[in-house]
């Protein structure tokens, strides 16, 4: 029983842990440029020593648990907006801003211009240029972006916007919002990534999908709790009826 307790103890938090997952992707529904994350599971066994080899054992101390996330890179739908300093990504890339904490990636290119007339994103970070270290000056006037990136205000190229792309197994870290951190290496000047302007990402997260899968998770948390109920009922009666005859 001790066994069934813990393996009810161990599905109930990686329930949760992803519920929170899932909860999350929902919040962040209509976040611009936001990847959405998908959970995975594995089997831990909660042995040791020469009692691993017996097969009622492998069964019953087999406890489910919360691998970890992992970011569903897929594209969300690209929306125009008419604004000129609205970007869309069509490929793999990702824009490059100067944080507090750093070099950080995105999707989101919805940008402004500072006060300090240079490009930045909604939350004032620094949109990083071609070089990697500096920003982009855009003079007043009328702005335009080609799909290289390339900066152009009043006639005159003021700049050109970094975009990088990651390998395949690159460990890309979700730091709230649409906002990325990466390994410093990783990144490589962007090849199959081209801009649209005037047009922005939308989520990759599907309304009813995710609820569909918040509900799902949901459903399954509950029924650990019912299950937890159960043996507490049960270490009760044991507590009551049982121990006292002993």
């Given at each position: 029983?001790?066994?069934?307790f813990?393996?009810?103890c161990?599905?109930l ?9 899932a ?6 529904l ?14 831990l066994?909660?042995?040791?020593g020469s ?5 009622l054992n ?7 648990v ?5 970011l569903?890179?897929?594209?969300g ?6 604004n ?20 950080r ?5 919805s940008?402004?211009v ?5 490009l ?5 970070d ?13 003079p ?5 972006i ?5 900066v152009?205000a009043?006639?005159a190229?003021?700049?050109r916007i ?8 690159t460990k890309l ?14 990144p ?7 801009l ?5 990402e939308s989520s990759?997260?599907?309304?009813i999908r995710?609820?569909?899968?918040l509900i ?13 109920s ?17």
């Amino acid at each position: 029983m001790d066994s069934g307790f813990y393996a009810a103890c161990a599905g109930l938090r990686a329930q949760s842990q992803a519920l929170e997952v899932a909860a999350h992707n929902l919040a962040n529904l209509n976040t611009v440029g936001y990847r959405g994350q998908q959970t995975s599971f594995q089997s831990l066994l909660a042995l040791a020593g020469s009692a691993a080899g017996n097969v009622l054992n492998y069964t019953i101390n087999n406890f489910g648990v919360l691998e970890g996330s992992h970011l569903d890179m897929s594209a969300g739908n690209l929306e125009n907006t008419g604004n000129p300093l609205d970007l869309g990504l069509q490929g793999p890339g990702f824009f490059v801003v100067k944080t507090d904490r750093g070099t950080r990636y995105t999707r989101d290119g919805s940008f402004r211009v500072s006060r300090a007339g240079q490009l930045t994103t909604a939350a004032g970070d620094l949109v990083l240029a071609e070089d990697g270290k500096t920003g982009i000056r855009v003079p007043s006037g009328p702005v335009s972006i080609s799909s290289d990136g390339t900066v152009s205000a009043n006639g005159a190229i003021t700049g050109r916007i970094r975009l990088v792309e990651f390998p395949p197994d690159t460990k890309l870290v979700p730091e709230g919002g649409a906002l990325l951190a990466a390994p410093d290496s990783s990144p490589r000047p962007a090849k199959k990534t081209s801009l649209q302007q005037g047009a922005l990402e939308s989520s990759n997260v599907e309304a009813i999908r995710g609820t569909v899968a918040l509900i799902g998770v949901q459903r399954q948390a509950e029924m650990m709790q019912r299950v937890l109920s159960m043996f507490h009922s049960e270490f009760n009666r044991i507590a009551a009826v049982d121990l006292p005859h002993v």
